[in-house]
């Protein structure tokens, strides 16, 4: 469904998430004249596909001459390009972000190594079992890749009449990347910046600090003269730097808290998650559906790692008697 045109000839088209949190995921047009662009696509799912063919035919648009742009390999924002996409339609993805998305098609070991971090987590087998079942991410992905061009921070990719800069943004996934127009002072800002929500940073890998990586980046776009943010989901906004300042203050609050429930005794990331205050709504931790337990605990971890590479906290492996077997847990450095 078109939703409004924030710019001329940038389109913004919502496809719905049913019974999803998020609702839905924006994904904006650019109307050229012999080519169009459409960042990214919504999930593998009939609901996004209806959405954009009808959009994309009221506007008058050709899929022949349509490319892709993809901000990162999440469902929600790639999990139709397949289907969309034809053998004349280039494909734009970044390249830290491909390779990602290249190797977990390759080996198809991804949700084994998160269920894997998960059980260190602390998480019970049961829970890992139901989330990883009802992960979008398994539902709806796309079940192959049409051939990526990849682009890197500081590339450039003409639009109809704009001129994108690519800004590789990680922290929310490994290579995300942003577009950003100087001109006309608008940023595309896939799920980096949300204006209403907080962008979900979890670690559920063991190689990286996706919360440092992520305050960087949200320094780095702070620096760009931005008039209005063209965000993944939710309504457009402008004051780009004052939610910025928002969204890192949100985490200090966060890593306080993290910080402060390890000081009662060493507990898992999933402990830790029980723990926390969060906006969904039930009775106790107990009645969190599975998937907000995992989205959750990811929040944890990704605090408490981040907390740990700064020398606040410190992590050990113990067996866990309830769970009958070694967990990674938290406690306080002092």
């Not at 999930?43 to 742009?69: K, V």
């Not at 590339?155 to 800069?165: Q, S, V």
């Not at 993290?258 to 999933?270: E, F, M, N, R």
């Amino acid at each position: 469904m078109i939703i409004d045109e924030p710019f001329p000839g940038v389109f913004r088209i919502e496809a719905p998430l049913p019974k999803n949190p998020l609702k839905s995921v924006n994904c904006y047009l650019f109307k050229g004249g012999l080519r169009h662009m459409l960042v990214d696509t919504g999930m593998n799912r009939p609901e996004c596909r209806e959405a954009l063919e009808s959009s994309l035919a009221e506007l008058g648009i050709e899929r022949a001459q349509t490319d892709y742009f993809l901000t990162h390999y999440h469902a929600d924002h790639m999990g139709l390009v397949a289907d969309l996409a034809l053998p004349s339609s280039t494909v734009y993805m970044g390249e830290r972000e491909a390779s990602v998305v290249h190797h977990v098609l390759k080996t198809g070991g991804y949700w084994p190594r998160m269920a894997e971090l998960a059980r260190l987590s602390g998480f019970p087998e049961a829970e890992i079992e139901e989330s990883l079942r009802r992960h979008p991410g398994v539902k709806y992905s796309t079940p192959v890749l049409p051939p990526l061009t990849t682009v890197r921070d500081g590339d450039a990719i003409e639009a109809g009449a704009y001129r994108l800069r690519c800004i590789e943004t990680p922290g929310h996934t490994q290579g995300h990347m942003c577009l950003y127009e100087p001109r006309a002072k608008f940023l595309v800002a896939g799920d980096h910046v949300l204006g209403d929500i907080t962008p979900n940073i979890s670690a559920w890998a063991q190689d990286h600090d996706p919360l440092a990586d992520y305050l960087a980046s949200l320094d780095k776009v702070s620096t760009l003269d931005v008039s209005l943010v063209l965000p993944g989901h939710r309504r457009v906004f402008r004051n780009l730097r004052e939610r910025i300042d928002e969204l890192k203050h949100h985490h200090q609050l966060r890593a306080e808290e993290v910080l402060d429930i390890v000081s009662s005794g060493p507990k898992t990331a999933y402990q830790i998650a029980a723990e926390m205050k969060w906006d969904y709504v039930a009775e106790s931790w107990d009645h969190f559906p599975a998937m907000q337990k995992w989205f959750a605990a990811g929040e944890a971890l990704a605090h408490a790692r981040y907390l740990e590479n700064k020398g606040r906290i410190h992590s050990v492996c113990r067996h866990i008697e309830t769970l009958g077997r070694e967990c990674v847990v938290y406690a306080d450095k002092a």
